[in-house]
């Protein structure tokens, strides 16, 4: 098996994983966005978001499988909230909405329109071409519930919060050495970034879409620019 | 990449999303109030983390 397709296959395999936990984000945030705010869209979009999500971890799995790494899912997997433990409630939903919107579905769609571009084999540009449709929605309705918040409550509170939750988007390895046998062109064409392109699509969504983004609806950039600032440091 | 378009679509976007009229969600929304978060819903790391992603 070529480098390329093994480290597809992984990547694939953990895109699955990614996906099925975000199934169940979105479930538990649905119910919990609508306690508060009835006259929400959010809510009936984290819905369908939650069913996108199903099918795409299937999506994933199948594609991860056709490289050689099969995936095995817990269907009873549940997934507690990543948001301080300080924060009340309707805090917590925020939290975890910037965090798995704002941030991660946007850094998601810019990463899915750099594949789509980068000619992926036809198998892989159909799967990519079905996600992207969804997660340009997903992220949204993380943009749309922030902007809600931020015209009913206090949303400052987050700015401080920032730098920990993009510690915890990314792998360590993002700003490391590529492996020594990466393939950048074979990865390409299995829908997965070689490193050095990875870190630029992170970086640059970062600063011109997600910390513009969030200083438009009022949480302080500065924090989460600084913490760029050290970790992508060389 | 389009980061310039991106931003419109996405943020610029979401906003609108965010400003439509309360009544279309209401009666949907008033199904989720009446369940419950499941008993897992709580706090996984005091300090806060982040969702990995593609």
Known sequence: ?234 | MQFKKLFQVLVLGGAMVGAVAASACSQANAQDKAKKPPADAGTKDSAGSGVKGW
């Not at chain 1, 009835?38 to 490289?67: I, K, N």
């Not at chain 1, 206090?154 to 915890?168: E, K, N, R």
């Not at chain 1, 513009?212 to 440091?233: N, Q």
């Open chain 1, 1 to 234: 098996m070529t480098s390329a397709r093994r480290a597809a296959g992984e990547a694939w395999a953990f895109r699955a994983r990614v996906e099925q936990e975000a199934a169940l984000r979105f479930d538990r945030l649905a119910i919990v966005v609508a306690g508060f705010d009835p006259g929400s869209p959010v809510p009936a979009m984290m819905r369908r978001a939650a069913d996108d999500e199903r099918r795409h971890t299937e999506l994933c799995a199948r594609l991860a499988a056709s490289l050689g790494k099969p995936v095995v899912l817990d269907p009873e997997a549940n997934l507690p909230s990543i948001a301080p433990r300080s924060l009340d409630e309707r805090q917590a939903v925020l939290y975890e909405v910037v965090a798995a919107c704002c941030v991660t579905e946007t850094e998601s769609m810019a990463t899915l329109t750099t594949l789509m571009a980068a000619e992926p084999e036809p198998e892989v540009r159909e799967v990519l071409h079905s996600i992207s449709k969804d997660e340009v929605v997903h992220s949204r309705m993380g943009w749309a519930h922030l902007s809600r918040e931020s015209a009913a409550v206090d949303v400052s509170f987050l700015a401080p919060l920032i730098p920990g939750m993009l510690a915890g988007t990314i792998d360590e390895s993002l700003f490391a050495a590529p492996p020594t046998d990466e393939d950048p062109e074979g990865l390409l064409r299995l829908g997965v970034l070689p490193l050095e392109k990875k870190r630029e699509v992170f970086l640059g969504t970062l600063e011109q879409v997600v910390f513009p983004g969030l200083e438009k609806f009022g949480v302080d950039p500065e924090p989460g620019r600084r913490w760029l600032a050290g970790a992508a440091a060389p």
